[in-house]
Structure formats: C-alpha cells, structure tokens
C-alpha cells in the first residue's frame, strides 16, 4: 500500500522560512512533487525533482524554494526561504509509484505565512 506523508507545516513569518518533508512507502517512486492549494483555487504546481535529480519549479517559488530527494530513503523535501504571505497554502506531496503505475497524493500539511 502507498502511503505518502507530509511533515514540517507551521507558521511562519513573512521573509523566514520553513522546511517540508515528505516520507513515502510501499514502491519505488519516480517523479516526486509539490503542490499548493488555497481556499476556493485549483491546486497549483511548485516544484517536481525525477529520480535522477532534475528539478523543475513554478516561477512564483524559483530562486526561493529548493525541492531535494533521498532516494534511499524515499523522501522528497521542500526547503521554502524568503517566503511571502502569498505562499500561505495547504501543501501537498504528490509521487508516482513505479509498482502501481499512478501517481498518488499526501493528506497535505498547511503553511501560513504572516506578514
């Protein structure tokens, strides 16, 4: 069974930053991304990293979040600095899983940047 779970949400103020971390299990997984979702939008792109390290950002987060992977670890993180209160959404870990050939979603983990 895939399971994806986030951690590291919080409050915090505009310009610090804040450090997500997602653990994933049950298949290896390929692309491992981050996507954001506030009251009454579609969720949007952030960030996505391959298996192989390649990294690609939405341009309202690049030069200020870096996503990672531990592929021994099955772990995706996303470090956010210099965020700003338009950041301030619930935060989701997508992956796709190799042995189930889909993409599952995590339960999500809210950030709120006060300004």
């Known amino acids: 069974q895939v399971q994806l779970v986030e951690s590291g949400g919080g409050r915090v103020q505009a310009g610090g930053s804040l450090r997500l971390s997602c653990a994933a299990s049950?298949?290896?997984?390929?692309?491992m991304a981050w996507y954001r979702q506030t009251p009454g939008k579609q969720r949007e792109f952030v960030a996505r990293?391959?298996?192989?390290?390649?990294?690609t950002y939405a341009d309202s987060v690049k030069d200020r979040f870096t996503i990672s992977r531990d592929n021994a670890k099955n772990t995706v993180s996303l470090q956010m600095n210099s965020v700003k209160p338009e950041d301030t959404a619930v935060y989701y870990c997508?992956?796709?899983?190799?042995?189930?050939?889909?993409?599952?979603w995590g339960q999500g983990t809210q950030v709120t940047v006060s300004s």
């Open positions: 997508n992956a796709y899983a190799v042995l189930w050939r889909r993409e599952y």
């Open positions: 049950g298949s290896p997984f390929t692309i």
């Open positions: 990293i391959t298996g192989d390290g390649i990294t």
